[in-house]
């Protein structure tokens, strides 16, 4: 090496400038510098550019000595090569020229432009800690998802953007000694740096300062070397997570082949795994909490109180060994020591819990939610998140579904923090635990399929959105509600002759705080949640020392909403996971005993985790069908067996939609008593028509009205026809009936009258013949019972099943309707309502005797409907005085009303209801 330590340099044309000596092996100058136009992009970058330095450097050159000798013509041909060299920052890395190769101005230059550089650093390193900005650089991470807008500067990484602290305690407490490496991200190399500055300044007059200097070029070489390693290290961590990522493709596969594991999968019993994170503090109480150097063990000593007396036997110290201490520690180890296996066991058929629990304020949302202000703040359900989809994309042949659920409990009620409309508080949103054949289920929670990870995140972010926040002096922004976020995960192969499918769910939950009311000072609405909280605590409390008794026959599931939630979700099959959160101070040494005591029992408990059986999709269907199946014959035996072998609960034909019109006309004009019930489908039909008739009435009364104040003719037959046919989707036959009912009604008031007493008359002699105003079919079927004509067919028909289970029940009906149809093309004898109707005994278990004589059954709707009927029959009384009260009272006179619930008085009228009182809708469907 030539005293300059110049590389030698090939392929660089003859009137290129000479280098600056540097010891920087070269790819690291090349990222200073750029190109010099003589030599190409991949040439010597040797050449600086002023880009890239401090603006006071950019006027200072470097005017280098050519080497191999100058070609003749001396110094102004060199002159005319010298590089408009900028000098990189990072002098103090640079050699310094050996005398008599640089002018002494020249030398003076460069050793000036060192000085400054290192006077610039070195004002900003001794500045106090406390007048720096506080801000930390953040290094460029990979971003993972394009965040929505609801995310941006939460969840978003920034390169190289200052970030302000957000909580100046827990800065304070980061910056202690024992602080984790995150907050101090450039720290030990500036240190270093700092020193050997230092050190340089000293005896920069000095021959010394050369070695110094090149002692720093030798460091600097080095971290760039440690720099290299640490990306080496990340490419073997990613190889590493690429091939267990490959491993766990190759378990879920195998999971989903058709060969049986032998043997069913090993059950091992596990603990419940119980972490303690303690939140970072100022005044952490070092005389009184003691962390164990094996990372597992806290040990607490709480000073006798001198109150206790000079024989004090209270206990003062206290061991709690558990799975693991947290502390200071970052987001990023915490998820990676508490949840990533358990997430990646997930997805191999295990479901999981993750369950944060301590006092209020320690930390919980912290843990699982994580902080918004920063990327790296983020906490264990975005991580959890953004793995799954990490590992989804990865798959080659396995295909992962995620769905997503968040429950809120608050004050022992269940909400949906993803309902479309929340309606905190109305009574129609209230959701309910229950137990299934599958485990414990919330009936009536959302459930909402996503499909990449920003949209997981937003609904994550919808959900915090919702939940109740209270503010007392521990924490401003306190939970007040417990909350649970579920990932429901399905795993299936890509193969689409594989049918198989896993299923398993993660489920994290961020329990609400407990708390002293004496400490937080909770006042009002506050003080009652912190009630519920405390009380809800104190069940999960009991249930987890239930379950970690191997000998407790009855575990209390069912004391508060949260534990029966948590049925399956605490120990069993599942991977359980538990986060104590605790303060570190020693005026809450109390309460972190008794979170402490808490972790130690959720340790007891014992967990025999194992995947669930991956199942046949299609096969399940199969397996619904058949039970139908099943339960039908079933229905069938109970039927004979109850001598109600005539029932059918097929759907209903057009015959018998029409017999049962009859039958509620018959009823309205007090004809028959009552209406004989026998099964679900009858009922509704029953409203259906009832429904038909008051609007009729409504139609009807809203014309004479407008007939009887001058307010000119609606055409009321085309609106009545339009809406019957649109809101009930009758048949056309139907539609046709109800157009001739109210035309006839409305035109024929007299002759209806008398039609009517003809029909009573008929009524009572044949008390289950159809009506023949506008009931031409069933006057039909009739006539030819009467004349002794046998019926074609009955209503009992075949007990084939329906075509396929997964429709709707009214897609079900119209197609049976038109199978009926087509097998039905006499009109049928309507015999099962008839042998209803007139055998009571047959469903006398069925129904109880009312003491106004209807029956009474156990279907809420009907029994509304019996309710409502006085009130309405008030009503309609009140709408006829309205209308002719004098009219009226003649009628009365003429005709003692006739038996039967209402109405049978004012047949001619048939106003039964005032448009304005009853609403269309006030009447039960
Ligand atoms: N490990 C931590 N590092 C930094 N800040 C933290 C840490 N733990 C908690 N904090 C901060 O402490 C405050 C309270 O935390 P958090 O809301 O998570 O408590 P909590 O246990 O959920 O309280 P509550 O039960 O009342 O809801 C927040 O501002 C949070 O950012």
């Known amino acids: ?165 957000e909580n100046p305690e827990v800065d304070a407490a980061m910056a202690t000694p024992d602080a984790t490496q995150d907050s101090t991200v450039e720290g030990p190399q500036e240190e270093e740096k700092q020193e050997s500055s230092e050190g340089l300044e000293k005896n920069e007059n000095s021959v010394s300062k050369a070695e110094s200097e090149q002692t720093n070029a030798v460091t600097s070489v080095k971290s760039q070397d440690q720099e290299q390693e640490q990306e080496k290290e990340q490419e073997q961590e990613q190889e590493k997570e690429k091939e267990e990522d490959e491993d766990q493709e190759s378990i879920i596969s195998s999971l989903l082949s058709d060969a049986e594991p032998e043997g069913g999968s090993p059950r091992t019993p596990k603990r419940v795994l119980a972490f303690v994170r303690v939140k970072p503090t100022a005044h952490f109480a070092q005389d009184m909490i003691k962390l164990g150097s094996d990372n597992k063990s806290i040990d607490i000593y709480i000073r006798k109180s001198p109150k206790g007396g000079i024989v004090n036997n209270t206990q003062t110290d206290w061991s709690f060994k558990l799975d693991g201490l947290l502390h200071n520690t970052s987001q990023e180890m915490v998820y990676e020591t508490v949840a990533k296996d358990l997430v990646s066991k997930a997805l191999q058929g295990y479901n999981g819990t993750v369950m944060c629990y301590g006092q209020t304020g320690a930390g919980k949302t912290y843990t699982m939610t994580g902080a918004a202000s920063e990327y790296r703040n983020r906490g264990i359900i975005p991580r959890a998140i953004q793995q799954i989809f990490k590992s989804a994309a990865e798959f080659l042949n396995i295909l992962v579904t995620v769905r997503i659920s968040y429950l809120e409990i608050y004050n022992e009620t269940l909400f949906d923090l993803l309902a479309p409309a929340l309606g905190r508080g109305s009574k129609d949103n209230q959701l309910a635990v229950m137990d299934g054949p599958q485990g414990v289920y919330v009936k009536g929670l959302s459930i909402h399929p996503v499909s990449h990870e920003e949209e997981a995140l937003h609904l994550l972010f919808e959900g915090e959105t919702n939940r109740v926040i209270g503010e007392h002096s521990l924490n401003k922004n306190s939970s007040r509600s417990h909350c649970i976020f579920t990932m429901y995960i399905e795993c299936r ?187 679900v489908r009858q009922i509704q039909e029953v409203f259906r028509q009832f429904k038909v008739i008051v609007s009729q009435q409504e139609e009807e009364v809203e014309s004479r009205l407008w007939n009887k104040y001058g307010l000119g003719q609606r055409d009321m037959a085309a609106e009545s026809e339009s809406s019957s046919s649109s809101d009930l989707g009758l048949d056309e036959s139907q539609e046709q009936e109800e157009q001739e009912d109210t035309e006839s009604t409305v035109d024929k008031d007299e002759d209806l009258e008398q039609e009517e007493d003809e029909e009573t008359l008929e009524a009572e002699s044949h008390p289950t013949s159809p009506i023949p105003d506008g009931e031409k079919e069933a006057k039909k079927d009739d006539e030819k019972e009467k004349s002794g004509t046998p019926p074609p067919e009955t209503i009992q028909e075949d007990s084939s099943p329906p075509k396929s289970p997964s429709k709707n029940l009214d897609e079900e009906e119209e197609g049976s309707d038109q199978d009926s149809d087509e097998e039905m093309s006499v009109s049928p004898s309507g015999e099962d309502f008839q042998k209803l109707s007139s055998s009571p005994s047959a469903s006398q278990g069925y129904l109880g005797s009312r003491e106004d004589g209807s029956k009474k059954m156990d279907n809420p709707e009907l029994d509304r409907f019996w309710e409502l009927l006085p009130s309405l029959e008030t009503l309609c009384e009140d709408e006829e005085e309205m209308i002719s009260s004098e009219e009226q009272t003649e009628k009365k006179k003429k005709k003692p009303p006739e038996k039967g619930p209402f109405l049978a008085k004012n047949r001619g009228e048939k106003s039964f209801f005032h448009p304005k009182k009853i609403g269309k809708n006030s009447f039960p469907t």
């Open 1 to 165: 090496m030539s005293p300059l330590n110049v590389p030698s340099r090939t392929g660089v044309p003859a009137h290129c400038p000479p280098a600056l000596e540097v010891s920087q092996p070269r790819s690291a100058l090349g990222r200073v510098g750029v190109p010099h136009p003589h030599h190409g992009p991949g040439g010597p970058s040797l050449c600086h550019s002023a880009r890239g330095l401090p603006a006071p450097l950019r006027p200072l050159r470097a005017r280098v000595v050519s080497r191999p000798p100058p070609a003749p013509g001396g110094r102004p041909h060199l002159e005319r090569h010298i590089a408009e060299l900028s000098l990189p920052s990072d002098l103090a890395h640079h050699s310094i020229p050996a005398a008599g190769q640089v002018s002494h101005r020249e030398m003076h230059q460069i050793l000036g432009i060192q000085l400054r550089v290192r006077r610039r650093r070195r004002r900003f390193q001794h500045r106090p800690r406390h007048s720096r900005p506080a801000a930390v650089l953040l290094r460029p991470r990979r971003a993972l998802a394009p965040p929505g807008p609801r995310m941006r500067g939460h969840f978003r990484a920034l390169p190289e953007v200052a970030v302000a602290i």
């Open 493 to 679: 192969s890509r193969d689409y002759t594989n049918h198989k499918c896993l299923k398993s769910k993660i489920t994290l939950i961020d329990l609400a705080g407990s708390e002293r009311l004496s400490k937080t000072g909770s006042e009002g609405q506050v003080r009652i949640e912190a009630s519920y909280i405390n009380k809800s605590l104190t069940f999960l409390e009991q249930l987890v020392i239930a379950l970690a008794d191997p000998k407790r026959e009855h575990i209390p599931f069912r004391q508060s909403k949260l534990t029966h939630v948590l049925k399956d979700s605490l120990g069993g099959n599942c991977n359980t996971v538990l986060v104590t959160n605790i303060y570190g101070e020693a005026e809450h040494l109390e309460e972190t005993l008794s979170s402490l005591r808490f972790a130690t029992r959720m340790n007891w408990v014992t967990a025999e985790p194992v995947p669930n059986k991956p199942f046949y999709r299609e096969a399940s269907v199969k397996a619904l069908e058949e039970e139908i199946q099943l339960l039908k014959k079933e229905l069938t035996l109970h039927d004979f067996l109850a001598n109600r072998a005539f029932v059918s609960y097929n759907p209903l034909t057009t015959a018998q939609r029409a017999e049962i019109r009859s039958q509620v006309q018959k009823y309205l004009r007090g004809v028959i008593e009552e209406i004989n019930i026998v099964n």
